[in-house]
Protein backbone atom coordinates (compact mmCIF):
# COMPACT_ATOMS: atom_id res chain seq x y z
CA UNK A 1 0.00 0.00 0.00
CA UNK A 2 1.53 3.67 -1.21
CA UNK A 3 0.37 5.79 1.73
CA UNK A 4 -0.76 9.17 1.23
CA UNK A 5 0.04 12.33 3.54
CA UNK A 6 -3.59 12.43 5.09
CA UNK A 7 -2.81 8.84 6.58
CA UNK A 8 -0.14 9.46 7.84
CA UNK A 9 -1.65 11.41 11.52
CA UNK A 10 -1.95 7.67 12.47
CA UNK A 11 0.89 6.23 15.01
CA UNK A 12 2.72 3.70 14.06
CA UNK A 13 4.10 1.10 15.68
CA UNK A 14 7.17 0.92 13.94
CA UNK A 15 8.87 3.47 11.14
CA UNK A 16 11.29 2.31 8.96
CA UNK A 17 13.78 5.10 7.36
CA UNK A 18 15.17 3.30 3.49
CA UNK A 19 13.23 0.79 1.67
CA UNK A 20 16.73 -1.29 0.41
CA UNK A 21 16.81 -4.76 1.58
CA UNK A 22 17.91 -3.99 5.28
CA UNK A 23 14.46 -1.85 5.66
CA UNK A 24 12.16 -3.75 3.27
CA UNK A 25 13.15 -7.20 5.46
CA UNK A 26 13.05 -5.64 8.72
CA UNK A 27 9.40 -4.33 7.21
CA UNK A 28 7.86 -7.68 6.23
CA UNK A 29 9.22 -9.73 9.60
CA UNK A 30 7.67 -6.93 11.68
CA UNK A 31 4.77 -6.65 9.45
CA UNK A 32 4.12 -10.66 9.64
CA UNK A 33 4.08 -10.35 13.12
CA UNK A 34 1.39 -8.22 12.84
CA UNK A 35 2.77 -4.53 13.56
CA UNK A 36 1.57 -1.34 11.80
CA UNK A 37 4.61 -0.78 9.87
CA UNK A 38 5.41 2.43 7.75
CA UNK A 39 8.85 2.46 5.21
CA UNK A 40 10.00 6.11 3.81
CA UNK A 41 12.29 7.13 1.08
CA UNK A 42 13.16 9.73 -0.79
CA UNK A 43 13.43 7.72 -4.29
CA UNK A 44 10.27 6.16 -6.34
CA UNK A 45 11.01 2.84 -6.52
CA UNK A 46 12.48 1.44 -8.66
CA UNK A 47 15.68 3.16 -8.78
CA UNK A 48 19.07 2.54 -9.66
CA UNK A 49 21.67 1.45 -6.94
CA UNK A 50 25.42 0.95 -7.56
CA UNK A 51 26.01 -2.46 -5.88
CA UNK A 52 27.67 -5.71 -6.91
CA UNK A 53 24.67 -7.37 -6.59
CA UNK A 54 26.02 -10.70 -5.53
CA UNK A 55 24.13 -12.37 -2.70
CA UNK A 56 25.92 -14.95 -0.13
CA UNK A 57 24.43 -18.47 1.02
CA UNK A 58 24.25 -17.12 4.39
CA UNK A 59 21.84 -14.17 3.28
CA UNK A 60 19.51 -16.41 1.09
CA UNK A 61 19.34 -18.51 4.46
CA UNK A 62 18.44 -15.13 6.78
CA UNK A 63 16.17 -13.69 4.03
CA UNK A 64 12.46 -15.05 5.18
CA UNK A 65 11.23 -14.87 1.35
CA UNK A 66 12.45 -17.14 -1.90
CA UNK A 67 14.20 -14.56 -4.12
CA UNK A 68 15.10 -16.71 -6.97
CA UNK A 69 12.58 -15.25 -9.56
CA UNK A 70 15.19 -12.02 -9.58
CA UNK A 71 18.60 -14.10 -9.32
CA UNK A 72 20.56 -13.49 -12.48
CA UNK A 73 23.41 -15.99 -12.49
CA UNK A 74 24.50 -18.13 -9.93
CA UNK A 75 28.31 -18.58 -9.37
CA UNK A 76 29.79 -21.67 -8.15
CA UNK A 77 33.73 -20.60 -9.46
CA UNK A 78 36.01 -18.32 -7.64
CA UNK A 79 39.28 -16.62 -8.98
CA UNK A 80 41.46 -14.46 -5.75
CA UNK A 81 44.48 -12.88 -6.26
CA UNK A 82 46.94 -10.97 -4.32
CA UNK A 83 46.97 -8.10 -6.32
CA UNK A 84 46.82 -9.77 -9.77
CA UNK A 85 50.11 -12.68 -7.96
CA UNK A 86 49.36 -15.59 -6.35
CA UNK A 87 46.12 -16.66 -8.22
CA UNK A 88 43.98 -19.03 -6.97
CA UNK A 89 40.95 -20.94 -8.80
CA UNK A 90 38.65 -22.95 -7.77
CA UNK A 91 35.06 -24.68 -7.57
CA UNK A 92 33.08 -25.44 -5.04
CA UNK A 93 30.90 -28.02 -4.18
CA UNK A 94 27.89 -25.92 -4.00
CA UNK A 95 26.58 -22.39 -4.93
CA UNK A 96 28.65 -19.49 -3.89
CA UNK A 97 27.10 -16.28 -4.58
CA UNK A 98 23.82 -15.84 -6.46
CA UNK A 99 23.82 -12.65 -8.60
CA UNK A 100 21.13 -9.80 -8.85
CA UNK A 101 20.30 -6.20 -10.21
CA UNK A 102 19.84 -4.35 -7.39
CA UNK A 103 17.41 -2.52 -9.33
CA UNK A 104 15.45 -5.82 -9.19
CA UNK A 105 16.48 -7.05 -5.93
CA UNK A 106 15.47 -3.87 -4.10
CA UNK A 107 11.75 -3.54 -5.80
CA UNK A 108 11.40 -7.54 -4.97
CA UNK A 109 12.45 -7.04 -1.38
CA UNK A 110 9.85 -4.06 -1.29
CA UNK A 111 7.14 -5.74 -2.99
CA UNK A 112 7.59 -7.99 -0.34
CA UNK A 113 6.90 -6.38 2.82
CA UNK A 114 3.97 -4.66 0.98
CA UNK A 115 2.49 -7.81 0.73
CA UNK A 116 2.78 -8.84 4.53
CA UNK A 117 0.97 -5.83 5.08
CA UNK A 118 3.41 -2.67 5.48
CA UNK A 119 2.82 0.72 3.91
CA UNK A 120 5.06 2.53 1.58
CA UNK A 121 5.42 6.27 1.26
CA UNK A 122 8.23 8.64 -1.11
CA UNK A 123 9.37 11.13 1.71
CA UNK A 124 12.51 12.80 2.24
CA UNK A 125 13.30 12.69 6.81
CA UNK A 126 14.94 15.61 7.51
CA UNK A 127 14.84 16.11 11.30
CA UNK A 128 13.79 13.99 14.25
CA UNK A 129 12.62 13.85 17.47
CA UNK A 130 13.98 10.94 19.68
CA UNK A 131 14.22 12.11 23.28
CA UNK A 132 10.83 11.40 24.33
CA UNK A 133 9.81 8.30 26.60
CA UNK A 134 7.12 7.17 24.62
CA UNK A 135 7.75 8.05 21.29
CA UNK A 136 9.87 9.11 18.18
CA UNK A 137 8.76 11.77 15.84
CA UNK A 138 10.19 11.72 12.45
CA UNK A 139 9.64 15.11 10.48
CA UNK A 140 9.66 15.41 6.64
CA UNK A 141 11.65 17.84 4.15
CA UNK A 142 7.32 19.13 3.93
CA UNK A 143 6.65 19.59 7.38
CA UNK A 144 4.68 16.31 7.82
CA UNK A 145 5.36 14.53 10.84
CA UNK A 146 5.33 10.67 11.72
CA UNK A 147 4.92 9.35 14.61
CA UNK A 148 6.04 5.91 15.95
CA UNK A 149 6.53 3.71 19.30
CA UNK A 150 9.68 2.80 17.19
CA UNK A 151 12.30 3.94 14.41
CA UNK A 152 14.71 1.43 12.11
CA UNK A 153 17.12 3.79 10.52
CA UNK A 154 18.06 2.25 7.42
CA UNK A 155 18.92 5.01 5.64
CA UNK A 156 22.67 3.57 3.78
CA UNK A 157 25.97 4.68 4.35
CA UNK A 158 25.64 8.37 4.62
CA UNK A 159 22.37 7.59 7.04
CA UNK A 160 20.69 11.40 7.52
CA UNK A 161 19.38 9.85 11.00
CA UNK A 162 23.12 8.46 12.28
CA UNK A 163 23.98 12.35 11.34
CA UNK A 164 21.14 14.00 13.27
CA UNK A 165 21.14 11.62 15.91
CA UNK A 166 25.07 11.73 16.78
CA UNK A 167 26.58 14.68 14.84
CA UNK A 168 30.06 13.95 16.36
CA UNK A 169 30.29 10.52 15.58
CA UNK A 170 32.85 9.64 12.71
CA UNK A 171 31.95 6.29 11.37
CA UNK A 172 34.75 4.61 9.20
CA UNK A 173 33.56 4.42 5.01
CA UNK A 174 35.37 2.90 2.13
CA UNK A 175 34.99 4.27 -1.23
CA UNK A 176 33.86 2.36 -4.73
CA UNK A 177 34.00 2.72 -8.18
CA UNK A 178 31.75 0.63 -10.07
CA UNK A 179 30.63 0.19 -13.90
CA UNK A 180 29.02 -2.36 -16.23
CA UNK A 181 31.07 -3.95 -19.21
CA UNK A 182 30.03 -6.39 -21.79
CA UNK A 183 30.30 -9.79 -21.12
CA UNK A 184 34.10 -11.46 -22.42
CA UNK A 185 34.07 -14.56 -24.93
CA UNK A 186 36.36 -15.97 -22.45
CA UNK A 187 35.15 -15.60 -19.16
CA UNK A 188 33.44 -18.37 -17.25
CA UNK A 189 29.58 -16.79 -16.12
CA UNK A 190 29.83 -19.21 -13.15
CA UNK A 191 33.09 -17.18 -11.81
CA UNK A 192 32.75 -14.37 -9.40
CA UNK A 193 36.46 -12.39 -9.32
CA UNK A 194 38.14 -10.44 -6.62
CA UNK A 195 41.61 -9.26 -6.57
CA UNK A 196 43.12 -8.53 -3.22
CA UNK A 197 45.03 -4.75 -2.89
CA UNK A 198 44.61 -3.80 -6.76
CA UNK A 199 43.80 -0.56 -4.25
CA UNK A 200 46.11 0.22 -1.17
CA UNK A 201 43.98 -0.99 1.34
CA UNK A 202 41.16 -2.58 -1.23
CA UNK A 203 40.49 -4.82 -3.70
CA UNK A 204 38.75 -5.59 -7.46
CA UNK A 205 35.98 -7.39 -8.47
CA UNK A 206 33.88 -8.78 -11.43
CA UNK A 207 30.55 -10.38 -10.84
CA UNK A 208 29.28 -11.81 -13.94
CA UNK A 209 25.58 -10.90 -14.47
CA UNK A 210 23.20 -12.36 -18.03
CA UNK A 211 24.21 -10.05 -20.67
CA UNK A 212 27.66 -8.21 -18.71
CA UNK A 213 29.94 -8.32 -15.95
CA UNK A 214 29.74 -5.66 -13.03
CA UNK A 215 33.31 -4.47 -12.52
CA UNK A 216 34.67 -2.78 -9.48
CA UNK A 217 37.49 -1.21 -7.41
CA UNK A 218 37.07 -0.13 -3.60
CA UNK A 219 39.45 0.84 -0.41
CA UNK A 220 39.50 2.16 2.87
CA UNK A 221 41.67 4.83 1.68
CA UNK A 222 40.20 7.96 0.04
CA UNK A 223 43.44 9.21 -0.48
CA UNK A 224 46.14 8.78 -2.91
CA UNK A 225 49.06 6.04 -1.83
CA UNK A 226 50.96 3.90 -3.56
CA UNK A 227 50.74 5.92 -6.74
CA UNK A 228 46.45 5.18 -6.66
CA UNK A 229 43.77 6.28 -5.72
CA UNK A 230 39.72 5.60 -5.73
CA UNK A 231 39.02 6.84 -8.80
CA UNK A 232 37.14 6.49 -12.92
CA UNK A 233 40.88 6.12 -14.09
CA UNK A 234 41.79 3.85 -11.89
CA UNK A 235 38.88 1.40 -12.69
CA UNK A 236 39.64 1.73 -16.25
CA UNK A 237 43.13 0.29 -15.51
CA UNK A 238 41.80 -2.46 -13.66
CA UNK A 239 39.64 -3.29 -16.54
CA UNK A 240 41.94 -2.96 -18.89
CA UNK A 241 44.42 -5.62 -17.09
CA UNK A 242 41.27 -7.96 -16.21
CA UNK A 243 38.97 -7.63 -20.10
CA UNK A 244 41.82 -6.44 -22.30
CA UNK A 245 39.64 -3.24 -22.86
CA UNK A 246 38.42 0.11 -21.32
CA UNK A 247 35.16 -0.26 -22.51
CA UNK A 248 32.95 0.07 -18.76
CA UNK A 249 29.25 1.87 -19.38
CA UNK A 250 27.13 3.18 -16.40
CA UNK A 251 30.31 4.06 -14.01
CA UNK A 252 29.51 5.43 -10.68
CA UNK A 253 31.36 5.99 -7.45
CA UNK A 254 29.97 5.77 -4.13
CA UNK A 255 30.35 5.40 -0.31
CA UNK A 256 30.42 1.98 1.52
CA UNK A 257 29.74 1.91 5.38
CA UNK A 258 32.18 0.30 7.48
CA UNK A 259 33.42 -0.67 11.14
CA UNK A 260 29.90 -1.85 12.02
CA UNK A 261 31.38 -3.69 15.06
CA UNK A 262 32.54 -0.24 16.46
CA UNK A 263 29.81 1.62 15.68
CA UNK A 264 26.85 2.51 17.63
CA UNK A 265 24.02 0.67 16.64
CA UNK A 266 20.88 2.03 18.86
CA UNK A 267 19.70 5.45 20.60
CA UNK A 268 17.00 4.94 21.88
CA UNK A 269 14.32 3.78 20.62
CA UNK A 270 16.13 4.09 16.95
CA UNK A 271 17.97 0.78 15.91
CA UNK A 272 20.01 1.26 13.27
CA UNK A 273 20.33 -1.70 10.44
CA UNK A 274 22.23 -2.33 7.39
CA UNK A 275 24.68 0.31 5.48
CA UNK A 276 23.35 2.48 8.52
CA UNK A 277 25.03 0.50 11.03
CA UNK A 278 28.16 0.37 9.57
Same mark, same amino acid.
Not at 47 to 52: F, H, I, T, V
Given at each position: ??????E?K???N??????????????????????R????????FP??? +???GG?????????????????????D??SL???? @???I??K??? +??????I?R????????Q??K????F?????? $??????A $?R?V??S??A??????F?V?A??S????? @????? $?DK?L??F?????????? $??? +????????FVM? @????WI??????V?I????????K?K?????K??????CQ????????????????????D??K???????????A??
Open positions: KVTTQLMKIYVVIVGAGPAGSSAAYDLATAGAVLIVDKACREK +PCGLTVKTLKALRFDVSDIVCQVCHISNNF @HQIKDASG +PLSYMTRDFDQFCLDALAGAEAVMNIT $DINFKM $DVLIEDTEIEASVADGKSRLR @HLMMP $DPYAAVEGKAAFPK $DYD +PHCLTVDFP @HGYGFPKKDHNGIGSFKAREGKKISASLLEYKKLGHKEIYDMIGYPLAGGGRNMSQGRVLFVGDAG
